[in-house]
């Protein structure tokens, strides 16, 4: 905890970072590396970091990704991104060897995993999960799912850590058990040592409603649109039972109880 | 920038060369005097943007900037707008925050104390949904040790006049001011909206009531429709419009409200560099503030003031009061 505590006293930075492998893991998702070793050194798994878009370009307003993997020492992050807009696109764009400017590490990520945890996640979801998943040894679960096998677009390889069990569902049976992530989480959720969460909102509010009944402590990481990213705005506002609530400083990882989710 | 730098050299060369004083590698001074706030540069931070500085304050030293416009304080904690607050459009962004803020008591309490001793000027940001609010919050802050001045907001929209904005008629922007000047000894701005007809006319009203300074413009009204859900796209309807797009709307209110009255012009919306600070310091401004464009580059602040430097530096100009509202006036006659 105490190492917890520490990097999340961590200031952002703005770093030039150069871009390293780039791969196009599935039609309309990359996968990219970039050298980041102030980021890299600081950043623990739910942080996230701000894109900041080529000069000149449209649009303007830097884009939020959940830090995938980090390296301490080989300084590399890594996003994984499924490809939106046009900020998507023209982050894709950028060829190895040209530089990106990062701000990182942002926000309050996941505490650390206890034994037995269960990782629920929802499509791009995957991004701070795997992150998280690679945090530890102990014997941990992930549920991963997607409407199709198409959005269930993190690399096999990705997965392939000690200890860590791996269950997919997706809405039309294409891989893994047909169904929900919702549907599996219901069904080994009385065995858990905590849940953590990251996918569309209506997904959080049934992991959030589950893990409540059966009395599992659980976490969820939201998203708000951004601008400023680091607090200043109040542009990212999450309803809480004690008012708004910024997703980039406060979150965007919560306590399930301290959020207010939409179905 | 290194470009920049270059040309500077050589024009010094040149001066040299034609046994010209060296007063072009002199550095232009870039202090200037806001409504009676001495500022050492100025560069301030537009108010809501860069919230209390806190977070801004990890990325750069504040005392770069010549001011700092803290996020608008009401008298009790507002809770602001439900979200989605925000939304990105061409050139620009639209913002429904709503004017969150944790009230006047806990801004003294846990946001001022830090500020103090930042080495820059601390303005604050005033709303209100009446005038006694408004009075109430300027009449809590005179006096307090650590605030250089008050920047009212009439943006607002006024309960007992059903919701009309204090500033969009010169009466009421006449009655809020004078009732504030009552309550403060500290230089007092006037944040002016765009959405009027003609903003002259509200310049001169807040004049009159005693303004020693107007700061402008605010976000322009707008908003978007999300085609997925055929419904607004902001939690909040409308919201306001900021960011490049809007500069040269800025530009030209800022022209028309510095012909329009005698007391000094903050000029803002959509400033992106030295270039836009340059050409709203021409049109009339004594003073420009930077939003949005902080959202995308941190670093606007440290661009502009350098920017300027050089600018005034090549073109031999000792300070920015030989620039300003040149434009309008170009023999520098009153
Ligand atoms: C903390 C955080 C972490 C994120 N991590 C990841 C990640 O690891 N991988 C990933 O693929 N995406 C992630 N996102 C979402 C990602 O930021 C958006 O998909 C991206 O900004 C879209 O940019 P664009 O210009 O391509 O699309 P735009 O043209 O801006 O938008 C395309 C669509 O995406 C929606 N959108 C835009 N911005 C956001 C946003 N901030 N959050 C949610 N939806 C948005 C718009 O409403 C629109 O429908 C994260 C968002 C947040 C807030
Ligand atoms: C997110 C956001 C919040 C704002 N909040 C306030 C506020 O609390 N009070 C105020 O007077 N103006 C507020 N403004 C307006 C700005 O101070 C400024 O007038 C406007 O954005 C134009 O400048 P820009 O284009 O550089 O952002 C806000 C603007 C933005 C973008
Ligand atoms: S994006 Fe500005 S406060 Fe979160």
Redesign the interface.
């Known amino acids: 905890m105490s190492r917890l505590n520490k990097q999340r006293g961590a200031?952002?930075k703005?770093e030039n970072c150069l871009v390293g492998n780039k791969q196009i893991i599935a039609p309309g998702y990359c996968r990219l590396t970039l050298y980041a070793p102030l980021i890299a050194r600081e950043v623990y798994p739910g942080q996230f970091v701000e894109v900041?878009?080529p000069?000149e370009h449209?649009?303007?307003?830097?884009r939020p990704f959940s830090v995938y993997k980090a390296n301490q020492k080989t300084g590399e992050i890594v996003i994984l991104f499924e490809i939106k807009g046009q900020g998507t696109r023209l982050i894709t764009a950028a060829e190895p060897g040209a530089t990106l400017k990062l701000?990182g590490p942002l926000g309050h990520g996941f505490p650390e995993l206890p034994s037995d945890a269960v990782l629920v996640a929802g499509g791009m979801g995957i991004a701070p999960l795997v992150f998280l998943a690679s945090s530890t040894d102990l014997p941990r679960t992930l549920i991963y799912g997607a409407p199709t096998v198409a959005q269930l677009a993190c690399p096999s390889s990705d997965l392939d850590m000690p200890g860590l069990t791996i269950l997919e569902a997706t809405e039309d049976g294409s891989k893994g058990d047909q169904g929900t992530t919702v549907d599996l989480l219901i069904r080994c959720i009385n065995n858990v040592g905590a849940v953590f969460a990251c996918g569309p909102s209506p997904m959080l509010q049934a992991v959030k409603k589950i893990s409540d009944r059966a009395a599992v402590k659980a976490w969820v990481s939201v998203e708000?649109?951004?601008?400023?990213g680091?607090?200043?705005?109040?542009?990212?506002?999450?309803?809480t039972p004690g008012?708004?609530k910024r997703v980039c400083?406060d979150g965007p990882v919560f306590a399930a109880e301290e959020v207010i989710l939409s179905e | 920038m290194n470009k920049k730098r270059c040309q500077a050299d050589l024009e010094s060369k040149t001066n040299n060369d034609y046994g010209l004083t060296n007063e072009s590698s002199v550095q232009p001074d870039l202090r200037v005097n806001l409504a009676g706030i001495e500022l050492a540069n100025p560069i301030l931070a537009a108010s809501?943007?860069?919230?209390?500085g806190?977070?801004?304050r990890?990325?750069f030293d504040l005392s770069l900037l010549g001011g700092i416009i803290v996020?608008g304080i009401s008298p009790e904690p507002w809770?602001?707008?439900?979200?989605?607050?925000?939304?990105?459009t061409?050139?620009g962004?639209l913002?429904a925050?709503g004017l969150?803020n944790p009230g006047l008591e806990k801004f003294l309490k846990e946001y001022l104390p830090s500020l103090r001793g930042s080495g820059t000027k601390i303005i604050v940001n005033v709303i209100g949904c009446s005038v006694d609010e408004y009075a109430a919050v300027a009449s809590r802050l005179d006096g307090v040790e650590g605030i250089d001045g008050l920047e009212l907001n009439i943006s607002c929209p006024n309960v007992k006049a059903g919701g009309i904005a204090f500033g969009t008629d010169p009466a009421s922007t006449g009655n809020v001011v004078s009732t504030v000047r009552k309550q403060t000894g500290l230089p007092l701005l006037i944040k002016l909206s765009p959405n009027v007809t003609d903003i002259a006319s509200i310049a001169r009203a807040a004049e009159e009531a005693g303004a020693d300074g107007l700061s402008l413009i605010n976000t322009l009204s707008g908003m978007l429709i999300d085609l997925e859900k055929k419904t607004p796209l902001l939690g909040n309807t409308f919201g306001g419009l900021s960011?490049?797009a809007i500069m040269p709307v800025a530009l030209k209110m800022v022209w028309q409200v510095a012909g329009a009255v005698k007391i000094p012009v903050l000029g803002m919306g959509g400033i992106n560099s030295a270039r836009d600070a340059l050409q709203f310091i021409m049109a009339g401004a004594r003073a420009v503030a930077v939003g949005?464009g902080?959202?995308?580059?941190?670093?606007l602040p440290a661009e502009i003031k350098e920017g300027i430097a050089d600018y005034l530096q090549q073109h031999r100009f000792p300070d920015l009061k030989s620039i300003e509202k040149i434009a309008q006036d170009p023999k520098g006659e009153e």
Not at chain 2, 48 to 52: A, N, R, V
């Open positions: 200031k952002p703005q900041y878009m000069p449209q649009p303007m307003l830097p701000l708000e649109r951004m601008a400023c680091i607090g200043a705005c109040v542009g990212c506002a999450v309803a008012g708004y400083k | 809501g943007p860069f919230g209390y806190h977070q801004y990890e990325l996020k809770e602001g707008n439900p979200p989605p607050r925000l939304a990105e061409t050139g962004m913002n925050i969150q960011g490049p949005t902080l959202f995308y580059n941190p670093d």
